[in-house]
């Protein structure tokens, strides 16, 4: 046996390849504010980088971002789609369009000053006022709820939950023995009653025991009855009712998902069969894919890719299949920019911001209302803040109390 | 070149190799990438100020990685507990063993502290002699042969009873 040294040398040597890409690093440092800003890496807990946002712009200018729709490699972005509206879109304080939204949604909170990726509460409040009407903490010894996601009737929830702090960066000043990520994560339901403003938690039955560490993101079924599970190089759909797994492995490199996800990892169409994943390659494109659940197989090769994009800066960290199957709906530098699924030719683009993030974050059955995050807060050193609203045709409605605050939030 | 050129050419050439440095100092690729992030943008920040840097872009940009870990470490030290008490192991010998050998020699790493895995980090993996990982951590070189010793130690204490490093005791 040699000696220490070399022993350190292989070791070191060895998880070199485990590093992160550069494609990872470049999507990092768009989260930094500038066009096209991304979403904070750890929302609300950023340094403040105030000459960041040169930063950003120069970087994505660098990287001469660009997107290949089937193929067809363009310059620079996704180009103009059919339907173009440059600038913000114009805003309306009219409740109407909050109206087209489910009634209430779930984010996770945090009082710790710490760099997490969750909360340490699942609160569920109105979209019309914005009010928090319940508040619901992980039973114990689970502490952290880590993700969220909803069903599409407006008032069942499911959420994760660990029993330790998932510290994501450096910063933290947690107690070592809280930086176990290995621990299992358990999934709960989560039911709301309006008539009383409570909320219930029953824990699912998910057979498989899944560390914390592995789970990067969830999204139930519209009807609530299955749950889609992104193991990096994986996707389980469990059936709630039975605990039945079905899965598909990815066997080629890179992962299954988004980069630091905020909202939902994936989206479903309204009857529950497709699945919308991105699929990211070590140094190279990002590419939304669309999985039939109904199809025999064991394989995410046989899902279809719709969209591929050569640099993951050119689109949002959400991409949103509509109910309707026909569009897929993410920001990019042009705004919110609407994708045929079935061509993958960009359709339409609104509501283009400058300076900040975008990020859409639930659509309607066609795309026609949309949820999103737009840098129209208050400014600050960091640039602007965002605020949740509603997107109906080109017409930005503000929620009530709607300062984008969590990563982890759900319609 | 001006000095949103300059920045975009450090990305390009230098990305890679830094994260594989953070990578080896955080052993998290979330951190890594936190890490590096940060240390271009102060780097950035600096290059405004004083224009742009010497010739050898990679090692600036690897100072400033080193400064930033060592910085967020120092921060989070009131809280984090760091111990050389390693776990136990049994006695080893079969290709399965040295395989968790090394992985809990990867595992003994990380819970050194910030200095001495950076010093580690930069003797051998980045093989840096010991007068430019002094001037990188700011010490001088017998603190460096310090640091790498006081590491090696704590790594030995989990390796020789699988037999690795047991060439050092003879």
């Not at chain 1, 960290?317 to 990019?332: E, Q, R, S, W, Y």
């Not at chain 1, 600050?380 to 109906?392: A, H, R």
């Not at chain 2, 640091?147 to 037999?163: D, E, F, T, W, Y």
Request: some cysteine.
């Amino acid at each position: 046996m040699s000696g220490i040294e070399d022993v350190v040398r292989q070791v070191m040597a060895s998880h070199d390849q485990e590093a992160p890409g550069a494609p990872d690093l470049f999507r990092a440092l768009q989260a930094a504010p500038g066009p096209p800003r991304r979403r904070p890496k750890w929302p609300g807990l950023l340094v403040p980088l105030a000459a960041a946002a040169a930063t950003a712009a120069v970087v994505a200018a660098s990287l001469g971002i660009s997107a290949t729709f089937r193929g067809h490699a363009r310059p620079a972005g996704p180009g103009p789609a059919a339907q173009s509206h440059p600038g913000p879109a114009a805003q309306s304080h009219s409740p109407a369009p909050l109206r087209r939204v489910p009634r209430f949604f779930a984010a996770l909170t945090r009082t710790a000053a710490v760099q997490v990726m969750g909360g340490e509460a699942a609160v569920v409040r109105s979209t019309l006022t914005g009010r928090v009407l319940a508040t619901v903490a992980p039973p114990r010894p689970y502490q952290i709820f880590t993700w969220v996601s909803a069903a599409a009737d407006d008032r069942t929830f499911v959420l994760a939950a660990q029993q330790y702090w998932p510290i994501g960066s450096g910063r933290a000043g947690l107690p070592a023995q809280n930086r176990d990520n290995t621990t299992p994560t358990v999934f709960y339901k989560l039911a709301f009653d309006p008539a009383t403003n409570t909320a219930k938690l029953a824990r699912l039955a998910v057979p498989e025991t899944i560390p914390s560490a592995q789970l990067a993101g969830m999204t139930v079924s519209p009807d609530g009855t299955r749950l889609a599970l992104d193991l990096r190089r994986s996707i389980q759909v469990v059936t709630l009712a039975t605990g039945a797994i079905r899965s598909w492995a990815w066997h080629g490199g890179g992962w299954i998902g988004n980069f630091k996800p905020i909202g939902q990892i994936f989206s479903w169409t309204a009857d529950g069969t497709t699945l919308q994943f991105q699929q990211w390659e070590p140094g190279g494109p990002a590419h939304i894919r669309l999985l039939d659940t109904t199809a025999p197989g064991t394989s995410l090769a046989s899902s279809e890719i719709v969209l591929t994009f050569p640099n993951g800066g050119a689109f949002g960290l959400n991409t949103l299949l509509t109910p309707d199957g026909t569009k897929i709906i993410t920001a990019t530098p042009q705004g919110i920019t609407e994708f045929s699924a079935r061509t993958g030719n960009p359709i339409s683009s609104q509501d283009q911001f400058r300076d900040g993030w975008q990020e859409v974050l639930w659509a309607g059955p066609a795309g026609t209302a949309l949820v999103v995050s737009d840098p129209r807060g208050k400014t600050t050193p960091d640039g602007p803040s965002n605020v949740l609203g509603v997107l109906t045709g080109n017409t930005f409605t503000p929620i009530p109390h709607g300062a984008d605050e969590s990563s982890k939030i759900a319609w | 070149m001006d000095l949103d050129d300059a920045l975009a050419e450090l990305v390009a050439h230098s990305g890679d190799r830094l994260l594989r440095v953070a990578y080896q100092l955080t052993h998290d690729r979330a951190a890594a990438q936190d890490l590096v992030q940060d240390a271009l943008l102060q780097v950035y920040r600096s290059m405004r100020r004083r224009g742009l840097p010497p010739e050898d872009w990679y090692a600036y940009l690897r100072r400033a990685v080193i400064n930033e870990y060592l910085r967020a470490r120092r921060l989070r030290s009131s809280g984090e507990v760091v111990t050389d008490r390693v776990p136990e192991r049994q006695v080893a010998g079969s290709p399965e063993d040295q395989i968790a050998d090394r992985a809990q020699l990867w595992v003994a790493l990380g819970a050194l502290s910030a200095r001495q895995r950076a010093a580690l980090v930069l003797r051998y993996y980045e093989d840096l002699p010991d007068h430019q990982i002094a001037a990188l951590l700011g010490c001088r070189e017998a603190s460096v042969r310090s640091l790498a010793s006081r590491g090696l130690a704590v790594l030995r204490q989990l390796a020789v009873p699988a037999g690795i490093g047991e060439d050092d005791r003879r």
